[in-house]
């Protein structure tokens, strides 16, 4: 009898993203309605164990694919209007994250000491102010300087990032105008020398909209899919929906539509430009659909941005993987009816690479194991802290 032989497991890559780590629950003595996170030691124990056990036998690389930091979402802190985006506050937020999230920080310190470790951050559009050479050297500096060469911070000038041949890595806010930002382009210097982030219309949007709104109604960016929140939230929160709409309504309206009008463009034009600015958290499955089954050399394609976690394999064994979001979610969906949070990572192991055997169909991608998975964490504790 004849077997197959076995291929040892060389690397892991883990890919997370969208976990919006923000100031803590607690701000100068107030409860921050902005704080997204709170599974602070369920992602200790991820990070731990994937740096323990079989997995120091191998390389292991932890990507984090944007959005990790939410510098959108930090309360009370004494900037207003353009000086929210200078880097001097750019540089205050990151630390009032950084200190609202010591231990995360410490176990990533933990993790890359291994020496066979590394970690890649890509940018989002909730943490674009790392754009800002000072706050990415802030970060690197929370490494001891023997390992800081294993934290690499990606601009996305490349558009993608590649870690092992057939797999590519976008966060996904690249798809949408609304959060669309070059990350060379986007910074700004006064007459003084003052740097100052230049955000596109999809974070003031955040910071002037959703960000009040929330006080409120925490869930107000929670909810899946829009449609069915407004239609929902007319019947049963009548005026806080009104509120909302109007707001949206009046916001796009004296931020963009008019913007867009006075370029003189005709009127078709300016409603389907329109049209684009407002396509939010669209279906990137059907948009990336032909980029992944049409390209030879991509086996996977991993997103985020849109909070929905999804795993497609296509006919041809191309993958499509969106690592979903650490954050609390609701969804309306029949077929995806669904209430809080889905720790959702993606796993690639890579193994050796073997001949193929005669009569045995291979593709170039069989030493690829891919898969989306969720953290269930670990306790020995009979209970666990209610959110409502």
């Known amino acids: 009898m004849k077997f197959l032989p076995k291929n040892e497991i060389k690397k892991t890559i883990l890919v997370i993203s969208d976990l919006h780590l923000g100031a803590g629950l607690i701000v ?10 709170h599974y602070d030691k369920e992602l200790i124990e991820f990070i731990e164990y994937h740096g323990s056990l079989h997995y120091q036998e191998r390389e292991v690389e932890l990507i984090i694919n944007g959005d ?9 802190v004494p900037y207003f209007d353009d000086e929210f985006w200078s880097e001097e506050a750019s540089l205050a937020k990151l630390k009032m994250i950084v200190n609202a999230h010591l231990e995360v920080f410490d176990a ?18 909730h943490d674009a102010e790392l754009v800002f050479e000072s706050l990415r050297q802030y970060l690197v500096d929370l490494f001891p300087l023997e390992d800081q060469s294993k934290f690499k911070i990606l601009l996305n000038t490349d558009d993608v990032y590649i870690p092992v041949e057939g797999v ?3 966060h996904g806010h690249e798809y949408e105008v609304a959060h669309h930002y070059d990350p060379i382009k986007s910074i700004a210097t006064d007459i003084d020398d003052k740097k100052y982030f230049i955000p596109p219309w999809g974070s003031y949007y955040v910071t002037r909209v959703i960000n009040k709104f929330k006080e409120g109604r925490d869930y107000i960016n929670s909810v899946r899919p829009i449609n069915k929140f407004i239609i929902n939230g007319i019947i049963y929160d009548t005026l806080y929906t009104v509120r909302f709409g109007f707001s949206n309504f009046y916001y796009f309206f004296m931020v963009r539509f008019l ?10 034009d300016v409603l389907d430009l329109a049209r684009q600015e407002i396509q939010l958290f669209q279906n990137y499955e059907i948009l990336t659909e032909e980029f992944v089954t049409a390209n030879e050399d991509v086996h996977a ?5 849109t909070h929905d976690p999804i795993y497609r394999e296509y006919d041809d064994g191309s993958i499509f993987i969106n690592t979903g979001t650490w954050t609390k979610m609701y969804n309306l969906d029949f077929g995806k009816n669904f209430y809080g949070a889905r720790l959702t990572f993606a796993k690639i192991d ?21 898969s989306l998975n969720e953290w269930r ?9 209610f959110r409502y």
């Not at 964490?377 to 802290?385: A, N």
Request: net charge positive; charged share 30%; glycine share 4%.
């Open 68 to 76: 990790f930091l939410d510098l959108l979402s930090v309360p009370f």
């Open 350 to 370: 890579v193994k050796e690479k073997l001949e193929p055997l005669e009569n045995i169909s291979s593709s170039k991608f069989d030493h690829l194991d891919i």
């Open 259 to 268: 913007m867009i009008f006075k370029q003189k463009k005709g009127i078709l």
């Open 108 to 125: 990533l310190k933990n993790f890359i000491t291994y020496p066979k470790n590394s970690i890649v951050y890509i940018l989002g559009n």
């Open 301 to 305: 394609l991993i997103v985020g941005h």
């Open 377 to 385: 964490g670990k306790s020995d504790l009979p209970f666990k802290e």
């Open 168 to 170: 590519v890595l976008k």
């Open 28 to 37: 100068v003595k107030r409860k921050n309605f902005l704080e997204d996170f």
